[in-house]
């Protein structure tokens, strides 16, 4: 795919939605973290249903510190690997607290060397909290990337790489959300809905999936 390609596809997707943004519900960085941390193998309904519980009654780090691991299970239950992710919340909060002043790091180096953050995690948090041009790679944005030829790469950081390379400047910042949603939504794993894609025109997916058949009478 070529860079005359690349530029139409984020023309399309800006043009479809002009300010994306991510779908979990957060009003602090600390918040958003926290958000993320939780939805590693959950889905983003799962989690703003947990911490819209979560947030209400402990908002801050040292709300969520002072609940502990075992406070913050009652909120989390429903969520996968919910005994796992209590654990790093409750640590993640005590070392922002101890090291960080209470705020949320904007390094990514500082931000991976929290329990529970890998570097997915970090980009996201840079990117939606504090604006950087990162782009946090997962099951979506690869899918994406390979199916369509925009970014192909044999794992998310050589995806990851590709992108920040390929990714006009002026659609780096919200590369990231857009293609999650694409991925979410239209260019779906099992079947994508190639006929609403507002990438098709340049799409390299040779097996385009046509519009389902009318069942009207």
Known sequence: MNAEKR????????????????????????????AVVLSAQATDRSVNQATRRLFADAPTPQAIAALGEEGL???????????????????LARILLEQHGGEVPRSREALQALPGVGRKTANVVLNTAFGEPTIAVDTHIFRVANRTGLAPGKNVT??????????PAEFRKDA??????????VCKARKPECWRCPMAPWCEFRRKTPAPASTGR
């Open 73 to 91: 299970i009652p909120y989390i239950r429903t969520i996968g690997l919910y005994r796992t992710k209590a654990k790093n919340v409750a640590q």
């Open 158 to 167: 050589e995806v990851e790489r590709r992108l920040e390379k390929f990714v």
């Open 7 to 34: 530029r139409a596809i984020f023309e399309a997707l800006r043009a479809a939605n002009p300010q994306p943004t991510t779908e979990l519900e957060y009003r602090t960085p600390f918040q958003l973290l926290v």
């Open 176 to 185: 990231h959300h857009w293609l999650i949603l694409h991925g979410r939504y």
